[in-house]
């Protein structure tokens, strides 16, 4: 076995990791507040296969990127920026605040993952095409169509 892993394997690694810190940490974020509610009927266990869906699409970003053989590179830098995107997604909910989180049909998915799409293309190919846009609405259309039938 080899003990010195290479950049590309760390990077895997890293990526990885991070997608399972991502998704463990809101599982528990959401379940301390909601356990202790008489109306909700929530497990941790059940959140956790919701976030772990939600953070592994991120990993759409390889479907495209596989080609170019910088698929590690764009990977990690995705599942880096994240909480950009999830500050993004916060302030788009606070913005909205009136209107509902029900009447936007999941648009706060896709400002959740534009964000990390675009700034991984934009660090590893040095320019933004429409690439991560397409990702961001496939991430969207997923994440909403699980929000809807799963819950």
């Not at 990526?15 to 929530?42: C, H, K, Q, W």
């Not at 500050?87 to 964000?115: C, H, N, P, Q, W």
Request: charged share 10%.
């Amino acid at each position: 076995m080899n003990e010195n892993p290479t950049p590309a394997q760390m990077k895997w690694g890293i990526s990885v990791i991070m997608t399972l810190v991502y998704a463990f940490g809101a599982a528990y974020f959401y379940y301390l507040p909601a356990r202790g509610e008489p109306n909700l009927d929530v497990t941790f266990w059940g959140l956790l296969l919701h976030f772990l869906l939600l953070s592994f699409l991120f990993w759409l970003v390889l479907l495209p990127g596989i080609k170019s053989g910088k698929a590690d590179d764009l990977l990690m830098l995705t599942v880096l920026t994240v909480p950009a995107g999830v500050v993004a997604s916060l302030l788009f909910a606070f913005a909205i605040g009136e209107a509902g989180m029900e009447e936007t049909f999941g648009l706060e998915y896709l400002v959740l993952s534009i964000l990390p799409f675009t700034l991984a293309y934009k660090a590893v190919f040095g320019k933004i095409g429409r690439t991560p846009l397409f990702l961001a609405v496939g991430y969207w259309v997923i994440a909403y169509l699980w929000r809807v039938s799963a819950w």
